[in-house]
């Protein structure tokens, strides 16, 4: 699977994506329907940290199920080139036609914990996703609209007003902030 070639390329910044990886790739070995969601306990999924051109702002969703400003992202339901999933939902959640790569390497890795939940009328259980991150670059006075199934916002924020914007502590303090420092170390 070439997405794990990707993952095994890729220098991880800190001890959680060292730690991340390590999983990551321990699963994609180990599980054959890693890349579908009926795989209930973890599954594969691919967010965009979608910037900018001049990489002050990045575009974010108020996502209905966390409650939160969030990135865009979502399941790999089988297929094996998580970039096309990653621009597939930057361009649902946001709206946004014009967005591209700005490398087509994994730009960050996360396990990260979702909690159980309604979607269209079922419950879903808490499990796990292994996530992989593209960094993608839009056009911000591209037309933005939301998806009301999925999100209730959609707006660029300034990287140095996250903390006015994101209210999962975890995911700002962790991976926000984290896919920011990549920004200014690249």
Not at 16 to 33: A, G, P, S, V
Not at 132 to 137: C, F, K, M, P
Request: net charge negative.
């Amino acid at each position: 699977m070439e997405i794990i070639e990707q993952i095994k390329k890729y220098i991880p910044s800190n001890e959680q994506e060292e730690k991340d990886k390590r999983i990551i790739l321990e699963y994609l070995n180990r599980t054959e329907d890693s890349l579908l969601r009926t795989n209930e306990i973890c599954h594969v999924t691919a967010s965009g940290w979608i910037v900018n051109k001049d990489r002050s702002k990045v575009l974010m969703v108020y996502h209905n199920i966390y409650h939160s400003w969030s990135w865009t992202g979502g399941h790999a339901d089988g297929e094996k080139d998580l970039l096309a999933v990653a621009l597939r939902e930057a361009r649902e959640e946001t709206g946004i036609m014009n967005v591209k790569p700005v490398m087509n390497d994994v730009f960050s890795l996360e396990t990260l914990v979702v909690e159980g939940h309604e979607k269209k009328g079922a419950y879903v259980p808490c499990h796990l996703h292994m996530n992989v991150t593209y960094l993608l670059e839009a056009d911000e006075t591209e037309e933005l609209r939301i998806k009301p199934d999925e999100n209730s916002g959609v707006g660029w924020i300034p990287m140095e007003e996250l903390d006015n914007y994101v209210t999962e502590p975890w995911m700002l303090e962790r991976i926000y902030k984290k896919l920011v420092l990549h920004l200014s170390d690249g």
